[in-house]
């Protein structure tokens, strides 16, 4: 398969642990984007990286949230010290940029449903 | 700051009947707007990509529609199967450059009752 995977599908916490997620894009595909969902509500954009750089980061994303992308391909998200109301289903997108002049289509991966108790 | 409604937020129809989908947005200074599919617990696929310079596009018996001035989509699917039973999403992007995120509705959750 081809597109975007995201490691675990589901991972279930105790409060105030660390966890850690993992995308990888499209293979040739240069930027990369972390939305989460809430049930019942539309995915809202969390970051995004152009190959190893992070371009953008959201208000949503407190200090407890980091993401990487060290060498351009896959990225992690790592929630330090989790809540309950982190839980959520994390989606990861990626997309091939080729310049302003030309439209980047984000294909989603599956998701992380994540679960804290 | 931009706002996307999806109304109704859910929709039962028989099968075999055509039916439309809603979006609207408060600002129409977007660079396209994209209809996107999620199936229970799932990732999103997508299903139809407008640019802001086009009016329509289609795909089998899905046709969106934009009219960026007065900001609203419609998604338009044509003789409804079981199978298209799923939640609608419909988000728009503002600009190509320094802007990419895309902003996501809250979805129309679609069962078609065979």
């Known amino acids: 398969d081809t597109g975007v995977s995201q490691d675990p599908r589901h991972k279930i916490t105790k409060r105030g642990q660390n966890v850690t997620f993992r995308c990888d894009p499209i293979?040739?595909?240069?930027?990369l984007y972390w939305y989460r969902q809430t049930l019942g509500q539309g995915p809202e954009f969390l970051t995004y990286?152009?190959?190893?750089?992070?371009?953008?980061k959201s208000r949503l994303l407190s200090d407890r949230f980091s993401a990487e992308r060290p060498k351009g391909s896959f990225s992690t998200l790592e929630i330090q010290r989790t809540e309950q109301g982190d839980s959520a289903m994390y989606l990861c997108a990626s997309s091939l940029y080729r310049g302003s002049s030309s439209t980047d289509t984000q294909y989603f991966g599956p998701g992380t449903r994540l679960t804290v108790l | 700051k931009q706002e996307v409604t999806q109304i109704p937020a859910a929709l039962s129809v028989p099968e075999g009947e055509n039916l439309v989908l809603n979006c609207s947005f408060t600002?129409?200074?977007?660079?396209?707007l994209q209809w996107f599919r999620q199936d229970p617990g799932k990732g999103l696929t997508s299903l139809l990509l407008?640019?802001?310079?086009?009016r329509e596009q289609t795909s089998g018996r899905l046709n969106a529609s934009l009219d960026k001035s007065s900001g609203r989509s419609t998604l338009y699917i044509a003789a409804s199967q079981p199978g298209d039973s799923a939640t609608y999403l419909c988000a728009v992007r503002r600009s190509n450059f320094g802007n990419e995120k895309l902003t996501f509705g809250t979805g129309t959750r679609l069962t078609i009752i065979p």
């Open positions: 293979s040739e595909h240069n930027r």
């Open positions: 407008i640019q802001s310079s086009q």
């Open positions: 600002d129409s200074a977007i660079y396209n």
């Open positions: 990286f152009q190959n190893e750089a992070q371009l953008e």
